[in-house]
């Protein structure tokens, strides 16, 4: 199949097949990619530094990890899979990358750009065209939220995917501003003071979800992306913008906005919450 192919009408657009990578290939091949980054900026060290930080915390990955990226096209998963592109190459072990996109149904060529860049950057791809996205907005979906419903049905058609290539993790670009709204919400609709984890075990230990850049704040993410000139490209889903999470995150925003102590205080706490949750568990 062409490296550069869009899914258009077939409906699943697969590059570069993932293979096995020796010991040596990997040293080799990271010191070649290394030397082509040229200097990086204060935020993209960052990003680089903390994603790699709490990968060392939590063990979050180990030598052979094959590793599928939710990649949905937004600024949070590009610079995920941008900086583990980065991390792979400098770790002490090889690790296979495969970028996943499911794409909800909106435009069915909004993912061209990533197509390209995982063409460009030899990362294994598969993307896949859906009409999730509409029948969350339909009759179908009656008692959830359309972001819940859709949600649901990409998550687990990811899961079918990690399954189906043999992926040991799954990663997802969430960052901090999104695990401390997610404890709010938490709170305030269930109940329950639980943020989320950087790692955890699904079916049997068969697959580990991971969270490498939850340590990063929206800000320093939405900066290095665009110092690095990931292409980014627009979320045209009808609910973008207007649903219960940015409800709570405005909410929280009005809290701090006169006193950045505050958000440095609750982002601190929360993190550090869900960090040693996760490195407690067995």
Request: positive net charge; proline residues 4%.
């Amino acid at each position: 199949m062409p490296q550069r192919a869009l899914a258009s009408q077939a409906g699943i657009i697969y590059l570069a097949p993932l293979a096995g990578i020796t010991d040596d290939k990997h040293h080799r091949g990271g010191r070649k990619l290394m030397a082509s980054w040229g200097k990086l900026t204060f935020a993209q060290k960052k990003c680089v530094s903390a994603t790699g930080k709490l990968m060392q915390q939590t063990e979050m990955v180990n030598h052979g990890a094959r590793i599928g990226v939710a990649a949905s096209g937004g600024v949070d998963s590009f610079l995920m899979l941008k900086v583990l592109t980065i991390r792979k190459a400098i770790m002490p072990f090889p690790v296979e990358l495969m970028a996943l996109h499911i794409n909800a149904g909106f435009d069915n060529e909004s993912h061209a750009p990533l197509v390209d860049w995982c063409a460009d950057h030899g990362v294994s791809l598969h993307v896949e065209l859906t009409d999730y996205g509409p029948r969350a907005h339909s009759e179908e979906n009656r008692k959830n939220s359309p972001c819940f419903y859709c949600s649901m049905l990409r998550r687990k058609r990811l899961f079918e995917l990690c399954r189906d290539y043999g992926l040991t993790h799954l990663a997802f670009g969430h960052n901090a501003d999104d695990n401390v709204v997610t404890f709010f919400m938490n709170i305030l609709q269930n109940g329950r003071a639980d943020g989320m984890s950087a790692s955890e075990s699904f079916f049997g230990g068969n697959l580990q979800v991971i969270r490498p850049t939850m340590l990063l704040d929206k800000k320093t993410v939405i900066k290095a992306a665009n110092q690095w000139e990931l292409p980014v490209w627009e979320n045209t889903c009808p609910s973008n913008g207007v649903t219960k999470r940015d409800e709570v995150h405005d909410w929280l925003r009005s809290a701090w906005k006169n006193d950045k102590r505050i958000k440095n205080n609750i982002f601190n706490a929360i993190t550090r919450q869900q960090v040693d949750l996760t490195r407690e568990k067995p």
